[in-house]
């Protein structure tokens, strides 16, 4: 979402750009529909981070996702403290316990489980619950394929306090895993009458093959690293 390289820009430009689109988006779509801001933990600063939203209040947006590493809870507290829109993390936490932290902090008001990273559905159910009782809302991360889509839809349609599921459409692999992958409709994922999850997993479409290097080079990671200038150096911002 950012407009200007946030490491070659002085900081309050890049807000400044980042709101003009946020403000350029609401201009040209209906008024009904709900916008996010995710800078994907990359703002190293909490003081940064909390002008960025500053920046980006004016233009009401549905949620501010992970500006900051997750690891320090009493930086989230103050920063949530200090915010007018909403604060939403947790796709990077492990256990009920590292969320309790968090909500115990008053540090977000939405958080974002992975059934793939926080103990599968048994500890996300745990998860929800523990954020009912803080008045928390539950968003659970999910950029994930077709399989780890119908967990969520059945952890969903089971948790009072959900409110919208990250969804991804599969594409001609992932629906190669499944007979049958969870399709949007009119914005909704419908629930089945067949049981366990819904689908059946086609198993050897999942078994691995050789992967040459730059098959290997496309894969996607998670790791999360300091941005390097040009020159070398290390840049937050």
């Given at each position: 979402?950012?407009?200007?390289?946030?490491?070659?820009?002085?900081?309050?430009?890049?807000?400044?750009?980042?709101a003009d689109?946020?403000?350029?988006?609401?201009k040209?779509?209906?008024?009904?529909?709900?916008?996010?801001?995710?800078p994907?933990?990359?703002?190293?600063?909490?003081?940064?981070?909390?002008?960025?939203?500053?920046?980006?209040?004016?233009?009401?947006?549905?949620?501010?996702?992970?500006?900051?590493?997750?690891?320090?809870?009493?930086?989230?507290?103050?920063?949530?403290?200090?915010?007018?829109?909403?604060?939403?993390?947790?796709?990077c936490?492990?256990?009920?316990?590292?969320f309790?932290?968090?909500?115990?902090?008053?540090?977000?008001?939405?958080?974002?489980?992975?059934v793939c990273?926080?103990?599968?559905?048994?500890?996300?159910?745990?998860?929800?619950?523990i954020?009912?009782?803080?008045?928390?809302?539950?968003?659970?991360?999910?950029?994930?394929?077709?399989?780890?889509?119908?967990?969520n839809?059945?952890?969903?349609?089971?948790t009072?306090?959900?409110?919208?599921?990250?969804?991804?459409?599969?594409?001609?692999?992932?629906?190669?895993?499944?007979?049958?992958?969870?399709?949007?409709?009119?914005?909704?994922?419908?629930?089945?009458?067949?049981?366990?999850?819904?689908?059946?997993?086609?198993?050897?479409?999942?078994?691995?093959g050789?992967?040459?290097?730059?098959?290997?080079?496309?894969?996607?990671?998670?790791?999360?690293?300091?941005?390097?200038?040009?020159?070398?150096?290390?840049?937050?911002?």
């Amino acid at each position: 979402p950012f407009q200007l390289d946030m490491n070659m820009n002085r900081w309050g430009r890049v807000c400044s750009a980042a709101a003009d689109y946020f403000e350029d988006i609401r201009k040209h779509c209906p008024d009904n529909w709900e916008f996010a801001f995710d800078p994907h933990a990359k703002i190293f600063e909490p003081v940064r981070a909390l002008q960025l939203a500053n920046a980006l209040a004016p233009f009401d947006p549905y949620f501010y996702e992970e500006p900051l590493r997750p690891e320090h809870t009493p930086a989230w507290a103050k920063l949530r403290a200090q915010m007018q829109i909403p604060l939403a993390t947790g796709e990077c936490l492990y256990t009920r316990f590292e969320f309790l932290d968090l909500m115990a902090a008053q540090a977000a008001d939405i958080i974002q489980p992975d059934v793939c990273v926080c103990g599968g559905l048994l500890e996300m159910r745990k998860i929800a619950a523990i954020a009912e009782a803080h008045y928390v809302s539950v968003m659970p991360h999910n950029p994930m394929g077709p399989i780890a889509t119908a967990v969520n839809v059945h952890f969903a349609a089971a948790t009072p306090n959900f409110e919208i599921l990250e969804y991804i459409v599969p594409g001609a692999e992932w629906r190669s895993w499944v007979d049958d992958p969870y399709m949007p409709k009119d914005g909704y994922l419908e629930l089945r009458d067949r049981p366990g999850l819904g689908i059946d997993v086609n198993e050897e479409a999942l078994v691995p093959g050789p992967l040459s290097a730059e098959d290997k080079a496309k894969l996607p990671h998670w790791q999360r690293t300091s941005p390097v200038l040009p020159d070398g150096s290390t840049g937050y911002i």
